[in-house]
DNA sequence: AATTACAAACCGACCATTCGGTTTGTGACC
DNA sequence: GGTCACAAACCGAATGGTCGGTTTGTAATT
């Protein structure tokens, strides 16, 4: 169900999403989903925790690719990349939008994508070694590539050349490697 | 009118924006509104149009406020960032995301993205030449830019913090400085 | 092994409300 | 008197949510 969920929100959008919507992607009866969740706000709230996992779990499957190759940053960034792509930031992008006038649903996506940024420093300093991880103008490093690639996910819901987008990123990648090294 | 139904999209996010709260709002009754707009399809284009006339309105009033001083960059970024702030964007933000799944607004909003775009590369040109404004690596900073503080501006509707907002935008600056040194 | 007791999962008809849209009416102004 | 701008009653469809009832699983009792 919570699939359908998502791919209700990645389909049709968050005021698409129906019940009745769900139901139907879900194969299953009205009774069964308001059984299991109590209202419409826990079944959405329910598939805020379930992209959590999902992109959690994308998350470290990714960083399980690290190699050695002196590339680091190359890696950092398309793993953070990785993170803004695809169906499952899509729903993501339709909570994070509707949570703005939502008040529990706000609290859910906050909660959420604190657990996701937790995930994703692990991988930093998997990568970059603690250390250097640590340095303050490494952190705020990330943060900017974050707010950078919210709108370049942004972005690339309305403009769908994907080759322009992947142009634009390998451009951060140098940007990125000039942020790190400048404090170094 | 119109600005009511922005006053909606702000308050009560795009699904909450029916056409009974945009009367109620508007102090109209239900046919004034259906006579003006003929569907609600119709009234949401004409608000996208609207909003992109007020966006375009600020841009301007900005671009007039230009000085002579020598850091021009500070004022570009602040003449931008000024496009994706206060509740103009976040009205636009709500279209922007509903029109994913809806193609006639989609193309609405393609279309005054463009718009803005083109008051905006000559707000550009205005503070820093016609010569240097048309270097590719130059309008590559711009795009950078863009994406960027869409990004920015996604973020500070969950995050409320606005003096670490604005800390981030200040970085940014010395982030694009050497964006368009570096190929000069 | 059979019976009983109970709980959880599930079903689909039903409800009030709200949605966007239509139709009909009405007064003002040219 | 005809058109225009608006008003209000009205419509069917869809919305989220409730309710009584059925099935299924499970554990204790005999």
Redesign the interface.
């Known amino acids: 169900m919570l699939d359908a969920t998502v791919d209700c929100l990645v389909?049709?959008?968050?005021?698409?999403t129906t019940t009745a919507a769900v139901q139907k992607r879900a194969g299953v009866s009205r009774g069964a989903l308001m059984h299991h969740f109590g209202s419409k706000a826990d079944l959405l709230v329910a598939a805020v925790r379930h992209l959590a996992e999902q992109r959690g779990a994308n998350l470290v499957a990714q960083a399980a690719a690290f190699d050695d190759s002196p590339d680091r940053t190359s890696q950092a960034i398309d793993l953070l990349w990785e993170t803004f792509t695809g169906p499952l930031f899509?729903a993501t992008?339709?909570l994070?939008?509707?949570?703005?006038?939502?008040a529990e649903l706000?609290s859910a996506?906050?909660e959420f994508?604190r657990s996701l940024r937790r995930q994703l420093d692990t991988a930093m300093e998997l990568l970059f070694g603690d250390v250097a991880a640590a340095r303050p103008a490494f952190s705020?490093a990330i943060?900017?590539t974050?707010?950078?690639?919210?709108?370049?996910?942004?972005?690339s819901?309305?403009r769908t050349d994907h080759r322009r987008q992947r142009t634009?990123i390998e451009?951060?990648k140098s940007?990125f490697t000039?942020?790190i090294e400048e404090a170094a």
């Open positions: 389909e049709l959008g968050y005021s698409g899509t992008l339709e994070w939008s509707a949570s703005r006038t939502d706000r996506v906050l994508e705020e943060e900017l974050l707010q950078f690639m919210r709108g370049a996910a942004l972005t819901i309305l634009t451009r951060w940007v000039t942020l």
